[in-house]
């Protein structure tokens, strides 16, 4: 049994006018996260975690931003197909830990939705896949509310 262990980043700007997804969900708030893509700052730690385990490269190379396909798309789309180039290569998921880092809105309710959303885009059970929050201490980029962060450690196993 072969075991990987991959490691995602991802930041976006907070700018109103945005609708704000975050873990597959819309969450209520006066600022969105604005990019390319809808913008999911986890979900896009998490396709880069998993793209790093298998050395397959990041999000942006198979995703760039660039590529007017891309525009606005529903990043629950492009999990899914980061699960298949992963599986492709013969690797299941083992677990996901994330961490949200955001200073408003507070989105501690919603880290369950979150879980399901992404399992269900993974086909893994809900319980292998950790989403938590936490803010910066209105330190930095996120503690003045411009911009959100997350973080995800992904294991994956060949058997």
């Not at 708030?29 to 790093?52: E, W």
């Not at 529903?74 to 699960?83: I, R």
């Not at 086909?123 to 959100?148: H, M, N, P, Y």
Request: with cysteine; glycine share 8%.
């Amino acid at each position: 049994m072969e075991l990987r262990i991959g490691f995602g980043f991802d930041v976006h700007k907070l700018e109103i006018g945005h609708q704000f997804w975050l873990g597959g969900i819309l969450v209520p708030h006066s600022k969105g996260a604005s990019g390319h893509s809808d913008a999911d700052v986890l979900i896009h730690a998490i396709c880069d975690a998993l793209l790093g385990a298998a050395n397959m490269g990041d999000i942006g190379k198979h995703f760039p931003d660039n590529d007017n396909k891309y525009k606005g798309i529903d990043s629950k789309l492009l999990l899914t197909k980061v699960k298949d180039l992963v599986y492709k290569k013969g690797y299941i998921i083992c677990n996901i830990d994330s961490t949200i880092c955001l200073e408003k809105p507070k989105v501690s309710n919603y880290t369950i939705d979150m879980s399901t959303a992404i399992s269900k885009c993974l086909k893994i059970e809900k319980d292998l896949i950790s989403v938590k929050a936490t803010t910066t201490e209105k330190l930095s980029f996120v503690g003045r509310e411009e911009g959100v962060s997350a973080y995800a450690t992904v294991l994956i196993k060949k058997d």
